[in-house]
C-alpha cells in the first residue's frame, strides 16, 4: 500500500447488502481488501487509515471477531479519545457480540463480569498505565487504538501508552486524521525516511476522503462562503472596519474580523443560520430527517446560538456543552430524532458521530487542519447515494485554504521545522484537541476583552466544491444566494459539479443581460471599484480552473489572453475582464 496515510487505490464502494454502521455482516470493498491484508500478514502492529465515515468501527471489530473466533486472543481494550466515543464502540461491539464495558474506571481493577474487555479513553491510560499494563500481560490482548493521533499530544500520554501496551500480542491503529501539525511521535507508528531524510508515518492501509467520495461512500461537501461588513472598537478606543475575507489586510484584522462576524448580537450569524436553515429545508424535501449542527467557540456563544435559531424555525435546538453530564445522551437522543439543529461548543472532534447530519455552520474561531478536518467529518458520512453535505463558514483565508484542501494527502513528518510561515496549514496545534473542545478559560475571556465588536452585516460571497469557486457574491436573501442554497439536496459529487457550474454560468448571464439599461448611468471614466471586483473575480476563477487542471496560473491568463485578446489583467477594462470570464465559464462547463 501508500507510503503516505492519505491515497490508496480506487476501489468499488461497497459489497452488496451493505449494513448500518458498526453490525455489517458483508464489507464494503475497503474493509475487505483491509481485512484480507491483515489476515495475510497478521502484524502485531497495523495503522488503518480511513477518512471519517468510511467505516473504520465495522473494520476493527471484524478484525477483533475474528481473531476471537480463531484464538488468537482472549482480551480486547479500545482506547479512544472521548468517554462518549467509549460508549458508541460499546454498543457497536455489542451489535456483533463482543461484549465490551465502557464503565470500567481505574479504581475498579477489573471489568465487569461477562465481559471479554473495556473501553477506556487516552487520558485513562495515561494516568495509570501500570494499571492496564498488567491487564494487558494477564491475557492474550487486542488494543484498538481509535485515533491514534491522540497518542502524540503529550509525553506523557504517549509514555503511557507505550508503557501500557508493549506487551499487547495484537495492536491496531485508527484514524481518519493521521496528521498532526506538531513533531511528537505518535506511538506505534512507524516512520521511514523520504529521499529528502524527513522521517515520515507509514500507513499500513490507507483509504483517503477522494477515494471514498469516487466510490460513493462518502458525501460530497459544498461549501457555502460569506463575507460581509465588519465593525469594531480596539482596546485603544480606535474603530476600525473591515469586509470579511479582505485580501489585503494584517491577520489581526481578520482575526477581530471573523470574531465580530461570530458575535451573537451582529447581524452576520443570524443571517448565516437563517440561510443555513432555508438549506437544510431544501435538503429534507428529499431527506426528511436531515439534520443541522452547529459549531461555537463557548458556552455563551452557544446558548445565543441555540436562541435565533428557536426564532428562525419556532424549534428549540439541542445544545451539547462541555460540561454538561447529560450530554452524551442527548447526542444520542438527536441522532434518534428528526429534530433539526444540535448546537454543540465545539465539541466535534471524534465526539458527535450522528450519520443524519447533513448541513453544519462552522462557527468557531478555531482554524487548525486538525479541527478542520474532524469538523467536516461529522457530515460526510452516508447513508445512501446522493446524499450531500452543506458546511457554512466565513470567507476567511485559513478556512478557504482548508475547505480547497479536502483531498489533500497528508502525513505526519517529525524532521520539519515546528514553525513555518505560509499559508498556516503546518504551523503547530493551537490547542490540544482536548484543550479545544473545552469550554474556554479566563485566559480566553482576558484576549476577548482586547476588543469590543459593534456591527457586522453578512453578504454570500461564493461556493467551494472540489477545488473549485463558484458564485459571483451576492446579498443575503437574493438570487444569488438561492441559486446554490437550493441545490438539491440528493445528487452525487459529479452532478454537484455540474450543477454548480450551471448555476455560476447563469449568474454570469444575468449579470450581463442587466450591464445594457445601465450603459447610460455608467461615468465616462472607468469605475476602478468595478474593475477591481472583475479582477478579483478573475483571479478566483483561474485559481480554480488551475486548481482542477494544475496549470499554472501564469499559463491560464496566457491562453485566456490568446483566446480572447486584450492586454494584460492590470490594464485589461471591463469588457476584456468580463470576455474572460466568459470563456474561462464555458470550459468549466464542457468540462466532463
Same mark, same amino acid.
Given at each position: ?81 472521548? %468517554? ?16 465490551? %464495558?465502557?464503565?470500567?474506571?481505574? !479504581?475498579?481493577? *477489573? ?32 488494543? $484498538? ?40 511521535? $505518535? ?50 478606543? +480606535? ?13 489581526? $484584522? ?27 429545508? +431544501? ?44 450530554? !452524551? ?41 486538525? #479541527? ?32 480547497? !484542501?479536502?483531498?489533500?494527502?497528508? %502525513? ?74 437550493? $441545490? ?5 459529487? +459529479? ?6 457550474? *450551471?448555476? *455560476? ?79 474561462? *465559464?464555458?470550459? #468549466?462547463?464542457?468540462?466532463?
Amino acid at each position: 500500500m501508500t507510503e503516505t496515510l492519505f491515497g490508496g487505490p480506487t476501489l468499488p464502494p461497497a459489497y452488496p447488502e451493505r449494513a448500518a454502521w458498526g453490525t455489517a455482516p458483508k464489507l464494503r470493498a475497503w474493509q475487505q481488501e483491509a481485512l484480507d491484508l491483515y489476515l495475510k500478514s497478521s502484524p502485531r502492529d497495523f495503522l488503518a487509515v480511513a477518512t471519517p465515515g468510511a467505516g473504520k468501527t465495522t473494520f476493527a471489530l471484524r478484525i477483533a471477531s475474528t481473531l476471537i473466533d480463531s484464538g488468537a486472543v482472549n482480551r480486547v481494550t479500545i482506547v479512544a479519545p472521548t %468517554d462518549h466515543l467509549k460508549r458508541q464502540w460499546a454498543d457497536a461491539a455489542a451489535k456483533v457480540g463482543i461484549a465490551i %464495558d465502557p464503565n470500567f474506571k481505574n !479504581s475498579d481493577g *477489573q471489568h465487569g463480569r461477562g465481559f471479554i474487555g473495556v473501553a477506556v479513553t487516552y487520558a485513562q491510560v495515561a494516568s495509570k498505565p501500570m494499571l492496564h499494563r498488567a491487564k494487558t500481560e494477564a491475557a492474550r490482548t487486542l488494543v $484498538i487504538l481509535d485515533e491514534i493521533h491522540h497518542g502524540g499530544e503529550a509525553l506523557s500520554w504517549g509514555d503511557g501508552l507505550r508503557e501500557a501496551f508493549d506487551p499487547a500480542v495484537r495492536r491496531l491503529s485508527l484514524t481518519g486524521t493521521p496528521f498532526r501539525s506538531d513533531t511528537s511521535p $505518535i506511538p506505534f507508528v512507524e516512520y521511514a525516511e523520504d529521499r529528502d531524510g524527513i522521517r515520515r508515518s507509514k500507513a499500513d492501509y490507507t483509504y483517503g476522503y477522494g477515494n471514498a467520495l469516487r466510490d460513493h461512500v462518502v458525501r460530497p461537501v459544498m461549501f457555502m462562503a460569506y463575507s460581509g461588513q465588519m465593525r469594531w472598537r480596539t482596546s485603544a478606543g +480606535e474603530e476600525m472596519a473591515a469586509s470579511l475575507g479582505e485580501a489585503a489586510v494584517t491577520k489581526d $484584522i481578520t482575526s477581530h474580523a471573523w470574531r465580530t462576524a461570530l458575535n451573537p448580537a451582529g447581524e452576520w450569524i443570524p443571517a448565516v443560520l437563517a440561510g443555513a436553515d432555508r438549506r437544510l429545508s +431544501e435538503v429534507r424535501r428529499t431527506v426528511p430527517d436531515a439534520g443541522g449542527l452547529v459549531i461555537a467557540t463557548d458556552h455563551e456563544d452557544a446558548r445565543a446560538y441555540a436562541g435565533q435559531l428557536k426564532k428562525i424555525t419556532g424549534e428549540s435546538p439541542t445544545v451539547i456543552l462541555s460540561d454538561d453530564a447529560k450530554a !452524551s445522551s442527548k447526542i444520542e437522543e438527536f441522532t434518534a430524532s428528526e429534530k433539526r439543529w444540535m448546537v454543540a461548543v465545539r465539541m466535534v472532534s471524534e465526539g458527535v458521530d450522528v450519520p443524519r447530519l447533513s448541513v453544519g455552520v462552522y462557527a468557531t474561531s478555531t482554524s487548525t487542519p486538525l #479541527f478542520f478536518a474532524q469538523a467536516v467529518g461529522r457530515f460526510v458520512r452516508a447513508r445512501k447515494r446522493g446524499e450531500t453535505a452543506s458546511v457554512f463558514l466565513p470567507s476567511v483565508p485559513q478556512l478557504m485554504a482548508l475547505a480547497n !484542501s479536502m483531498e489533500m494527502e497528508r %502525513d505526519h513528518a517529525l524532521d520539519r521545522p515546528e514553525k513555518e510561515d505560509g499559508d498556516g496549514l503546518l504551523n503547530p496545534e493551537d490547542s490540544l484537541m482536548d484543550e479545544a473542545n473545552r469550554e474556554e478559560k479566563a485566559s480566553d475571556s482576558l484576549t476577548k476583552g482586547k476588543f469590543e465588536a459593534l456591527d457586522s452585516q453578512a453578504s454570500f460571497d461564493r461556493v467551494l466544491f472540489d477545488g473549485g469557486e463558484f458564485g459571483t457574491g451576492g446579498e443575503v436573501g437574493s438570487d444569488d444566494e438561492m441559486d446554490f442554497l437550493g $441545490i438539491p439536496g440528493l445528487l452525487d459529487a +459529479e452532478q454537484v459539479g455540474t450543477l454548480l457550474r *450551471q448555476r *455560476q454560468h447563469e449568474q454570469l448571464n444575468r449579470k450581463n443581460r442587466k450591464a445594457p439599461a445601465a450603459e447610460s448611468q455608467v461615468p465616462a471614466v472607468p469605475d476602478h471599484r468595478m474593475l477591481m471586483d472583475l479582477r478579483n473575480e478573475l483571479a478566483k476563477n483561474v485559481a480554480a480552473w488551475a486548481a482542477r487542471t494544475g496549470t499554472p496560473h501564469g499559463v491560464v491568463h496566457t491562453k485566456l489572453r490568446t483566446v480572447c485578446g486584450g492586454p494584460p489583467v492590470a490594464q485589461a477594462n471591463e469588457e476584456q475582464l468580463q470576455s474572460r470570464l466568459r470563456k474561462l *465559464q464555458d470550459w #468549466f462547463i464542457g468540462r466532463k
